[in-house]
T-cell receptor, first 114, second 111 residues
Framework: DVKVTQSSRYLVKRTGEKVFLECVQDMDHENMFWYRQDPGLGLRLIYFSYDVKMKEKGDIPEGYSVSREKKERFSLILESASTNQTSMYLC?????????????FGSGTRLTVV | LAKTTQPISMDSYEGQEVNITCSHN???????ITWYQQFPSQGPRFIIQ???TKVTNEVASLFIPADRKSSTLSLPRVSLSDTAVYYCLAGRGGATTKLIFGTGTLLAVQP
């Protein structure tokens, strides 16, 4: 089975801190994604990447950046954490293939910014 | 990417069959319909995917009419552990794929 592993299950950070959320997948998937999930808002796409060193903005990229130096790892960076970035963060990966597809998600990181 | 519409919530009892319908009026020719299940504090999990007619696996069935403007996820004989949020998506693979998740349908199964 494909595994998507997020480095932390829970994180508590202070306002203004630089925060790194790490995601690793073990099935050589080309595409990787970062979502955040908030009550009543569903999953919203922050950034995605379809190749090493490539990145594309999603719907809510403000306040975030990403890094993909290796194919298996996709990092989400909060340059200066703010309380409105308190959320559940979900990483996903998918294979590069036309037609049928499927995402595999990690278990999520619940980030609290105080 | 086709926008999907599904009920916000549904209630059921253990042992019943549950059908969740999703509307995707603007589905493109090459789009597939995919359903995900999400439990609290976990990432969504792929359940089933189809292009047309009927698809069945060990978890669910997916019914897609000929016009493909809607689809129905069918869960046979639900149990309490099927209480979750179910998401319907319409899209296709490729470098520009970025799945758009709505708010999903919260299925609450009662004893």
């Amino acid at each position: 089975d494909v595994k998507v592993t997020q480095s932390s299950r829970y994180l508590v950070k202070r306002t203004g801190e630089k925060v790194f959320l790490e995601c690793v997948q073990d099935m050589d998937h080309e595409n990787m994604f970062w979502y955040r999930q908030d009550p009543g808002l569903g999953l919203r796409l922050i950034y995605f990447s379809y190749d090493v060193k490539m990145k594309e903005k999603g719907d809510i990229p403000e306040g975030y950046s990403v890094s993909r130096e290796k194919k298996e790892r996709f990092s989400l960076i909060l340059e200066s954490a703010s309380t409105n970035q308190t959320s559940m963060y979900l990483c996903a990966s998918s294979i590069e293939r036309q037609g049928a597809y499927g995402y595999t998600f990690g278990s999520g990181t619940r980030l609290t910014v105080v | 990417l086709a926008k999907t519409t599904q009920p916000i919530s549904m209630d059921s009892y253990e042992g019943q069959e549950v059908n969740i319908t999703c509307s995707h009026n603007n589905i493109a020719t090459n789009d597939y319909i995919t359903w995900y299940q999400q439990f609290p504090s976990q990432g969504p999990r792929f359940i089933i995917q189809g292009y047309k007619t009927k698809v069945t696996n060990e978890v669910a069935s997916l019914f897609i009419p000929a016009d493909r403007k809607s689809s129905t996820l069918s869960l046979p004989r639900v149990s309490l552990s099927d209480t979750a949020v179910y998401y319907c998506l319409a899209g296709r693979g490729g470098a520009t794929t970025k799945l758009i998740f709505g708010t999903g349908t919260l299925l609450a199964v009662q004893p």
